[in-house]
């Protein structure tokens, strides 16, 4: 079992920026890290994903070039930079984690994750 603890959410004007944080219990057993986040009355949808050894990472075209994914493992900490934030960013945010292997096939998609955390609140206003 891996523990995983988000925080960082909150309320934040559109064009400015948070940082999630993502605390687990150990990374080291995963292959991937990844944020998805779910809006509502919508899916839970893929935003960004990580490897644990090369530090390889995928965005969804929506946050590409906007938000950024990080990784501490010293910390087994993953972060998620978010700038130029829009209302369209409201969500709630889940940190997950992987399995020791993943598939290709589902590196964005939820069943490539085997823990998820509680999640955070993130809101933009107009």
């Known amino acids: 079992q891996v523990q995983l603890v ?15 944080s993502c605390a687990a219990g150990r990374t080291d057993s995963s292959y ?8 509502p009355g919508k899916e839970r949808e893929f935003v960004a994903r990580i490897t644990r ?4 990472t995928i965005y969804a075209d ?4 906007r938000f950024t994914i990080s990784r ?12 130029s934030l829009k209302p ?3 969500a709630v945010y889940y940190c997950a984690s992987s399995a020791p292997t993943q598939g290709t096939n589902v590196r964005t998609v939820e069943r490539g994750y085997r823990y998820w955390g509680q999640g955070t609140q993130v809101t933009v206003s107009s």
Do not use: H, I, P
């Not at 988000?6 to 999630?20: C, D, I, K, T």
């Not at 050894?53 to 390889?56: D, R, T």
């Not at 929506?62 to 070039?65: Q, Y």
């Open 6 to 20: 988000e925080s960082g959410g909150g309320l934040v004007q559109a064009g400015g920026s948070l940082r999630l």
């Open 32 to 39: 991937a890290m990844a944020w998805f986040r779910q809006a």
């Open 53 to 56: 050894s090369a530090g390889n």
């Open 62 to 65: 929506s946050v590409k070039d």
């Open 72 to 83: 501490d493992d010293a910390k087994n900490t993953v972060y998620l930079q978010m700038n």
């Open 88 to 90: 369209e960013d409201t």
